[in-house]
């Protein structure tokens, strides 16, 4: 049974920093692309907004403008890394990451939030709260 499972969500401070973690079973990440979305509050599930995206197999992530030179992805392994500082009020939302067994260009696998049923595999999410 494949899952992915987020963690590392909590209640942080503007300007505060924060990790979360997607680790995955029954799954190889080697195989899959793999993206961190959020859903801030107030908008539903086929708006969720891209983050970051990074390749199971290797090379350079890609990050969405809003977040880029702040937010950093890794994997080691079965998990998948969202290192987040200087975080802002507004990014307040419930993290997602979820993983794809096709070949996805990694900026079209981030845009794939409006389509989330287009995706193979989601995490249940993780909260961060950041205040101001």
């Known amino acids: 049974q494949v899952q992915l499972v987020e963690s590392g969500g909590g209640l942080v401070q503007s300007g505060g920093s924060l990790r979360l973690s997607c680790t995955a079973s029954?799954?190889?990440?080697?195989?899959?692309?793999i993206g961190w979305f959020r859903q801030t509050p107030g908008k539903g599930r086929e708006e969720r907004e891209g983050?970051?995206?990074?390749?199971?197999?290797?090379?350079d992530p890609y990050y969405e403008d809003y977040v880029k030179g702040r937010f950093t992805v890794s994997r080691r392994g079965n998990t998948v890394y969202l290192d987040m500082r200087n975080l802002k009020p507004e990014e307040t939302a419930t993290y997602y990451c979820a993983a794809d067994r096709r070949n996805l260009h990694l900026q079209t696998l981030c845009m794939q939030g409006t389509r989330p049923d287009s995706l193979n595999f989601w995490g249940q999410g993780t909260q961060v709260t950041v205040s101001s």
């Open positions: 029954g799954l190889d990440l080697n195989k899959y692309v």
């Open positions: 983050v970051s995206c990074i390749s199971g197999s290797g090379g």
